[in-house]
């Protein structure tokens, strides 16, 4: 990531094309009973969830993934989101499939793992289990840059409304192929110019978004005791965002008697579109399997 500092407001008319048919959710209709709610990650979208989409309708699930608020708004409009708003996408979400479904499970990647979490904890007897995947707490993976220390500080003024960083390689991919199609549209995206962050999340990330993120943990810190839902998290041992601590730190906390990390060794931080999308699929699907065995 690199650092970009902009002292002025984005034209918000022009940035506003970044928003045209923006798609609300990914939804699929099941034939089971039994229901995923995919969450995706902070500057994220859908896109990133849809191969496990595809792969839950295939077995049967209803599959809903809903777009986090204000995700495919201009930049400016986002930034000003709270992480409860976030949390309000997930719970509507939540709330459509509890009628017609006997159990409902919940997945999200990145932040969208800790808004899992935070909806297991309010909703116990409601939320069957969740896989929390690449779940960030730390960002302390191996491509995050030294200048982080800084961002505390940064954080505490009014100096982090114009703070942003810049994605670059490897993007949270190992994969060489879905890297260059990633590179292609992040190289030349601007702060005033990002077509497609609909369909590939945004180029750049909002250094207050991090304080948002902050505040989730804090919720989440002095909640995850109150966890008993089942449990899985999968994080991938090269994670260049964040490390295996984030998984043990969760893994050590949650209350539940259900709990398993499944580590990947041939992946980066986006392991819902990686070089192991299909593992990290079928260990969610034997997972939620045992839970469905347990209780019928």
Known sequence: MSVVIRF?????????????????KVYFQGTNGRAVLLVHGLT????????????FHERGY???????????QPLDVLKQTKWTEFYDSVRKAFFDLTSGHDKIFVAGLSMGALLSLALAEEYPDAVAGVSCLSPTLFYDGWNVPWSRIFL??????PLKDFFYFKEEPPYGIKNEKIRQLIH??????????MKEVARHGYPYFPVVLLNQLKLLIGFLRK???KIITPVQIIQARYDDMTSPRNAQFIYDRVSSKKKEIVYL?????????????DKVAYVMDEF?????GASS
């Open 8 to 24: 002025s407001s984005p034209n918000l008319v022009a940035a506003g094309s970044v928003a045209a048919s923006v798609e609300e």
């Open 44 to 55: 994220g979208s859908p896109y990133e969830m849809k191969y496990l989409a595809h792969f």
């Open 62 to 72: 209803t599959v809903s993934c809903p777009r986090l608020a204000n995700h495919g």
């Open 152 to 157: 505390p500080l940064v954080c505490a003024t």
């Open 184 to 193: 292609r549209y992040y190289s030349r995206a601007t702060l005033d110019n």
């Open 223 to 225: 909640r995850f005791n």
């Open 265 to 277: 060794e041939d992946s980066y931080h986006v392991i819902t579109a990686d070089q192991e999308k």
């Open 288 to 292: 939620f399997g045992h839970i469905r």
